[in-house]
């Protein structure tokens, strides 16, 4: 059976941080691919700044020629809010011979027992948690059936979020090293996020 990750996110933009949290789950747990899919309305943050097209393919600029990794489009596809339980449902729908792991940075996993659905989404997936090495996590305080389904992978700390990166834009600060040169190249071909 083929072993995939998915790694959501609103990628408003996409940055190293979340290149290297998905490379870094692959090799811990031996995923032949990632699957970055954008969501088209986070549940619980604010509504992107860049529309869809826009993040889509700063997307696919970011991981041109990674035979490892593709965008999947599902939830952009989808009106309403971005529910991950919908998204791994349709998923495994249409892909039955495959076994889904959803990877979460290090930050989201203590809100896992607040996602929608999460005891049929940790039946239908394994989670992959980010870790720092120096920062082992302590998960004593998950349920039980999120801890059965939850792998960890060491990930070096990587202080860069999309919104600084906004923030950055916003005051004419660099943002450069923090995210691909192709990607930077879009954003200002486009002025995105200068207001
Ligand atoms: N620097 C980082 N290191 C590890 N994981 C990250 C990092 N930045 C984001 N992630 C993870 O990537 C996924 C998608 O993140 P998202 O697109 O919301 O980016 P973000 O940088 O956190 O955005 P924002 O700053 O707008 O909240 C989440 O699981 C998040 O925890
Ligand atoms: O399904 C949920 O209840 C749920 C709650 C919070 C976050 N998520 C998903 O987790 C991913 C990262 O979320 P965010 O808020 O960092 O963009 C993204 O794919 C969201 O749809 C999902």
């Known amino acids: 059976m ?7 996110g609103t990628f408003d933009p996409i940055h190293h941080g979340h290149l290297i949290a998905a490379e870094a ?4 747990v031996g995923l ?7 969501t088209a309305a986070p549940p619980h943050k604010p509504q992107p700044s860049a529309n869809a097209d826009q993040r889509r393919l700063m997307l696919d600029t970011a991981i041109a020629g990674n035979p490892a990794m593709r965008v999947e489009d599902i939830e ?14 349709s998923l495994q729908e249409r892909e039955p011979e495959i076994m889904f792991y959803w990877i979460v940075g290090s930050d989201m996993v203590k809100d896992l027992p607040n996602w929608r659905r999460i005891e049929e989404l940790a039946e ?17 305080r998950l349920p039980s059936f999120i801890r059965r389904k939850l792998l960890r ?4 700390p990587m202080g860069i979020s999309s919104s600084d990166i906004r923030r950055r834009l916003k005051s004419g600060r660099s ?17 995105l996020y200068e207001s």
């Open 2 to 8: 083929r072993k995939i990750g998915l790694l959501g």
């Open 76 to 89: 952009l596809r989808r009106a309403g809010s971005s529910y991950t339980i919908d998204t791994v449902t």
């Open 32 to 38: 032949d691919e990632v699957w970055l899919i954008p």
């Open 124 to 140: 239908r997936v394994t989670f992959i948690g980010l870790e720092r090495p120096d920062q082992p996590s302590d998960d004593s």
């Open 153 to 156: 992978a060491a990930m070096p």
């Open 25 to 28: 789950a692959r090799e811990a």
């Open 175 to 191: 943002i450069r090293y923090m995210l691909p040169d192709s990607v930077i190249e879009i954003i200002q071909r486009d002025g």
